[in-house]
């Protein structure tokens, strides 16, 4: 069931203030997209909550805060009209979307790391040609299905193809079989689908890489400073959990004489350096003798070299925990966020 804005903005949810000012962010409210990006919020700590309009709802602990649950044509809509001030959306329908006029809506993280697929040309497996330029060679109108006409229309009049553009819904992966068109413009993530439908990808099909971005609307951001605050906000969460999901915190304990020792021995191995250094503390033991604790960031990838090499210069008992959140001094996107607004 679809709602209309007047709809959604006539709910209060039961934690609002009625005289608070509500800053609202739209996230897809169906399929993969929405899934992933619940799950995303949460992960950067954002504890998402409904009451009992199911459209409606609030992150937990953030006040002023309302989330709307809705398809993600009507986010961009939204954030386009200044309904919603931040959404979230994948980067293939919004540029779809707002190809004619890209300038009400700021992109400020391009890429949150899920949702990724690719928009892609595909032909029947039994055709011959395998790029754009063997196309041409066809000579014959070829009918085209694509849920995306405007971003179909721009990449085959760059490549100069004869074409008719059939819009269409669903699963258009069927089309071709069908004799609904020729070939398809569709979105891909793992190409399971295609293989089923006997079609297969151009090597230079791919029209758009795609994935989940963070969107706002431009007017907002510079007017409101509230809502810029929100902003730096859901930035600064968004890049320390991404940040952090490639890292381990190592903790161990090793004898030495002084911490200054324990870390020339350490800068003497890239895998031991951390992200700025170690942290080194003396533990106080009750066997006596002089022990330290080190605690240092390490790339996931790099945790059996890291561990190996802290055992050369004689560390025990190690222990390897999830590392959360990685803050930086100041979000560059931020920054660029701050750039984009001055220059527009």
Not at 133 to 153: C, E, G, I, W, Y
Request: glycine share 6%; proline share 3%.
């Amino acid at each position: 069931m679809n709602y209309g804005v007047e709809e959604i903005m006539t709910v209060n949810n039961e934690k609002e203030n009625s005289n608070s000012q509500l800053i609202r962010i739209g996230i897809p409210s169906k399929g993969r997209m929405a899934s992933e990006t619940q799950e995303f919020l949460e992960s950067c700590g954002f504890k998402i909550r409904r009451n009992r309009q199911q459209y409606i709802g609030w992150l937990e602990g953030i006040p002023n805060i309302q989330v709307v649950f809705q398809r993600q044509k009507d986010i961009i809509s939204g954030v386009f009209n200044g309904n919603l001030a931040f959404g979230i959306v994948g980067l293939d329908i919004l540029t779809e979307l707002t190809l004619k006029d890209p300038d009400k809506i700021v992109i400020i993280h391009d890429d949150l790391e899920f949702g990724n697929c690719t928009l892609e040309v595909s032909i029947p497996e039994n055709w011959e040609e395998n790029s754009m330029m063997d196309l041409n060679q066809r000579n014959q109108a070829l009918r085209v299905a694509s849920k995306f006409p405007l971003l179909t229309n721009e990449f085959f009049n760059k490549h100069q193809l004869d074409y008719e553009l059939i819009k269409a819904e669903g699963t258009i992966e069927v089309a071709p079989t069908l004799g609904y068109s020729d070939i398809v413009v569709e979105l891909v993530s793992t190409g399971q689908t295609l293989k089923d439908n006997r079609l297969k990808r151009l090597s230079d099909g791919c029209i758009l890489k795609s994935q989940a971005c963070f969107i706002a609307n431009r007017k907002i951001l510079k007017q409101n400073l509230a809502v810029l605050d929100v902003s730096r906000t859901f930035l600064e969460y968004f890049e320390a959990t991404i940040r952090a999901k490639d890292y381990v915190s190592v903790f161990i304990n090793i004898r030495g004489k002084d911490p200054q020792s324990i870390a020339q021995k350490m800068f003497t191995n890239d895998s031991l350096k951390g992200l700025q250094g170690p942290t080194i503390s003396p533990v106080i033991s009750s066997e006596g003798g002089s022990w330290f604790a080190i605690h240092i960031i390490v790339e996931k990838e790099k945790l059996t070299e890291t561990i190996r090499a802290l055992r050369e210069i004689g560390g025990s008992g190690v222990v390897v925990s999830p590392t959360l959140f990685i803050f930086e001094e100041e979000p560059k996107r931020y920054k660029n966020l701050l750039k984009n607004l001055e220059d527009n």
